[in-house]
């Protein structure tokens, strides 16, 4: 798809499609109004016989408008007025971006980003629409024999401005689309099987990354005799039931000038996660190839923040394995010593995530880092805590995670701060090792956190678990693509942009 910013009276642009917003009450927007008026009054009357829901996101495709020099008017319920929110906004657009993928109208005027958002300017709106747009188009059937090739769908948007010379606009438009390219790359790696999307899958993935944005972000994978040789015990643990060697995956981004302490993020890697000895139950299962969500949201991220050309410093980390049962696998009982010589009681080989995390955290330190971001489908207790619409919060720094929830609402990818209170820290204990890789009975997103905390003390940081949000189950089952525009709008006002 491609966008741009036009200026002109919408009534006399001539596209295949004009959208424009209505909200309850027969009120218009202001492009709206033009087009009755131009129309003598067509649209008032139809939403006046009832023919248009004042819900937001509710649509109504209008032909052949006289005085209207585009064929289609598609008119969108923006709901209540006084209750129009960013979810309202946000409602409208992907509702008109589904109504137009089974039109054949590949010219579009959108003209919803007219409508007045509390505390929101016409760029936001604007990359807003743009990443929704581009990312209705996502498709994961590549993997079908047969595959429906769609010739219908908007192929190029512009997007109704009073001024098309503003280069804030402009930036809008071309930092919308990076997001949604990152979004891809995330939900294509989160579809992907466990037996395409291996760790060295993942590790070829950051490559060709790396290859895309040459000069601009640096790869480096780490196999399993670096990964040895740097004692990641944790990691090798995991990975040593899999005939899959594990990785270690390092991306640099530099975007900025001058040496600047780096972001560091850390994306769990686990390429299928069976539970290992400690098996989990067979319904679903296969939902666990998307155990690399947090990798994926990674390589997502820089995908983003390199086309958007941030003057950031940003590392990536990912320890990538897979978690299998197997002649070699670890066992309950199990003590291995991590990176950090900290040693570890595997009471129960499902709780693998923070065995790979932990040796991640340890290598973080060599950056010494602005902050340190993990990003983790660690613990089905977040899905029960925050279901499939926020994702889990914690830190070791109360400004770092004021940040970050600030990031998630501006980009509506939320997030919500759990404690990582001292009290909690008394619920792992192990007889035998220095800890145990699981807590006590209770708050099991909070003692996965705390067991990462113990690897952390270096430098300030957050995890942001994202169990219940980096996937969407039932009938339209699929990666989300989250936290990725959390982490892209964080990265973005740190950048300053
Ligand atoms: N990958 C899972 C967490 C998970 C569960 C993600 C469901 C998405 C959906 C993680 O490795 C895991 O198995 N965690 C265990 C920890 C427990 C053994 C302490 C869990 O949550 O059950
Ligand atoms: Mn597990
Ligand atoms: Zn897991």
Same mark, same amino acid.
Request: cysteine-free; charged content about 35%.
């Given at each position: 798809m491609e966008f741009t910013i036009k200026a002109g009276s919408p009534e006399k642009l001539q596209h295949n499609c004009v959208v424009v917003g209505a909200y309850a009450g027969a009120r218009l927007s202001p492009a709206a109004q033009i087009l009755d008026q131009a129309s003598g009054g067509l649209i008032t009357s139809a939403l006046q016989s009832g023919d248009l829901d004042e819900k937001a996101g509710a649509c109504l495709m209008l032909r052949?408008? &006289? /005085?209207? !020099?585009?064929s289609r008017v598609l008119l969108v319920s923006l709901g209540k007025a006084e209750a129009l929110n960013d979810k309202a906004y946000r409602d409208a657009v992907s509702a008109a971006a589904r109504q137009l993928a089974g039109v $054949? !109208? &590949?010219e579009v005027l959108f003209c919803l980003a007219e409508a007045e958002l509390p505390k929101r300017d016409l760029a936001w709106k604007l990359a807003e629409a743009t990443t929704l747009l581009q990312d209705?188009?996502?498709?994961?059937?590549?993997? =079908?024999? =047969?595959?429906?090739?769609? &010739? =219908? /769908? !908007?192929?190029q948007v512009s997007f109704l401005v009073p001024? $098309?010379?503003d280069a804030t606009l402009q930036g809008a438009l071309t930092r919308g689309q990076a997001l949604a390219e990152g979004l891809a790359l995330t939900k294509t790696l989160g579809n992907l099987p466990g037996n395409i999307c291996t760790p060295a899958y993942l590790a070829d993935s950051a490559k060709q990354l790396g290859k895309e944005y040459k000069g601009k972000i640096k790869v480096e994978i780490l196999d399993q005799a670096e990964i040895e040789e740097l004692g990641m015990g944790g990691l090798l643990a995991v990975a040593q039931g899999s005939m899959q060697e594990p990785r270690f995956i390092v991306l640099q981004y530099k975007g900025g000038k001058g040496k600047t302490a780096p972001v560091v993020l850390v994306g769990k890697g686990i390429t299928f996660d069976t539970g290992g000895i400690s098996l989990k139950p067979g319904e679903g299962m296969d939902e666990m190839k998307y155990d690399m969500g947090g990798a994926a949201s990674v390589l997502g991220t820089f995908k983003a923040i390199a086309a958007m050309e941030l003057p950031l410093h940003v590392v990536g980390l990912i320890p990538a394995a897979e978690n299998m049962p197997g002649g070699n696998a670890i066992k309950p009982g199990d003590i291995v010593t991590s990176m950090s010589g900290q040693t570890i009681e595997i009471l129960n080989t499902d709780a693998e995530g923070r065995l790979i995390l932990c040796d991640a955290l340890t290598y973080a330190e060599r950056f010494e880092p602005a902050c340190v971001v993990d990003v983790a489908t660690l613990t089905g207790a977040c899905i029960i805590a925050l279901g499939n619409l926020t994702s889990g919060l914690l830190a070791n720094d109360d400004a770092l995670a004021a940040e970050l929830l600030a990031s998630g609402q501006e980009a509506g990818d939320k997030a919500w701060q759990l404690p990582l209170w001292d009290?909690?820290? @008394?619920m792992l204990k192990s007889n035998f090792a220095d800890i145990p890789n699981i807590g006590s009975k209770g708050a099991g997103t909070i003692t996965a956190a705390c067991f990462l905390s113990r690897f952390t003390k270096a430098y300030t940081w957050a995890h942001l678990d994202v169990a219940g949000t980096a996937w969407k189950s039932g $009938? @339209? =089952? /699929? !990666?989300? /693509?989250?936290p990725v525009p959390l982490l892209t709008r964080f990265l973005m006002n740190r950048a300053g942009v």
């Open positions: 052949t408008l &006289p /005085g209207v !020099a585009s $054949a !109208a &590949p209705s188009t996502f498709r994961s059937d590549w993997l =079908k024999s =047969k595959r429906e090739e769609s &010739p =219908k /769908g !908007a192929r001024d $098309a010379s009290e909690y820290q @008394d $009938a @339209d =089952k /699929g !990666a989300t /693509g989250r």
